[in-house]
Structure formats: C-alpha cells, structure tokens
C-alpha cells in the first residue's frame, strides 16, 4: 500500500485539549484574564522546519548583527511552532490565533512554557520513540526479577514508557490485585 492510499483512508489525527489563561485588552483599553479552549496538533517535520526558519527572520530582524541570545532564538522558535500546534477547540483546521504576535501578548509566561511541555509529552504520547532491541531485551530480564520501582532506579522513565507496549505484548496483561496479587500474567 502507498502513503497516499494510506493517508487516504480518512484517519483524523490526534489532537489534546488544553484549557489555559490569556490576556488582553477589552473594548475600553482595560487589561483582562479569560479562561481559554483549544486544541493542540501534530506539526510535521516540515511545518516545524518552516516554522523555525520564519522564527530565524523574525529574530535576525531584531538582532541584525546576529548576536541574538540562544534563549531569544530558541523561544521565537517556539512561539512560532505553538501558533502552528494550537488549533481551534471547534474546528482544529482553524488555528486558534491569527498570527505570532497575537499568540505571544496573549499568554504570559508560564501558561507559554506549560503549553510547550504539554504539546512536548503529546507528542511522546502519541509517537513514542523506540527502544532499541539490546535495551529492550535487557529491561525485559530485568522486568522478570525486578519491581517497577527498581527499574526506575536503573532505567530513565521515558525508556520503560518507550518499552511499555513491547514488555506487555511479551508478558501479557498484569493481573489485578483481586485475581493475582499483581504478578506477571
């Protein structure tokens, strides 16, 4: 089967739903806080590139000479990749705001780097990267002899997520309490 075959099956892509504050100026000019809906979107290796290279054009216009701190470059990077991610709640074809610079007065702060981590773990979540066959094969003898607390104290969390389906799929469903005081099944 082909990709177009495949993309033309009518699969509708994830999206995760986050609520958050912005801010912003009412009719009369006062400074507001309202509580605000969207959903967030998978960018493609190709929209996140564009959307680096038109953050790269935004910073060289405020730093010309090219000394723009990495945290400014890396921030406009993102800023511009979360206009892309965050979609409408009604219809996620529709981005929620209409350009950077709406986006950037409207979240303060914290609300941008908590919008950042969640399409970050979204995207894990939905596109888990895979574990490579001697690290699999090692935490599933571990897995054999060992708690999950012990395997998080010689494993990172993020390789036993990676490894999840796979250890499940080889160990079958874990029993619960009431039917098998929670061994290996």
């Known amino acids: 089967m082909k990709l177009g075959d495949i993309l033309g099956a009518g699969f509708e892509a994830p999206h995760h739903k986050v609520t958050f504050k912005v801010i912003g100026k009412d009719r009369q000019g006062s400074q507001v806080v309202a509580d605000a809906s969207a959903v967030l979107a998978f960018v493609s290796e190709d ?13 060289r216009k405020k730093y010309p000479d090219g000394d723009a701190p990495e945290a400014v470059t890396s921030d406009e990077r993102c800023y511009h990749l979360l206009c892309r991610a965050l979609r409408d709640e009604d219809d996620p074809r529709q981005p929620f705001a209409g350009n950077v610079g709406e986006l950037r007065r409207a979240l303060s702060a914290n609300t941008f780097v908590e919008l950042m981590r969640t399409y970050n773990e979204f995207c894990a979540d939905e596109f888990p990267p895979h ?3 001697d690290t699999f094969e090692k935490l599933a003898e571990e897995a054999k002899k060992k708690s999950l607390l012990d ?7 993020w390789t036993i997520l990676r490894a999840l389906p796979s250890l499940v799929a080889r160990f079958g469903k874990l029993k619960t309490e009431t039917s098998g005081g929670g ?3």
Do not use: I
Request: glycine share 4%; aromatic share 8%; net charge negative.
């Open 151 to 157: 395997l998080l104290s010689q494993y990172d969390s």
């Open 131 to 133: 574990v490579d066959v």
């Open 47 to 59: 929209d996140r590139k564009e959307c680096w290279r038109e953050a790269d054009r935004e910073t």
């Open 183 to 185: 061994e290996l099944g």
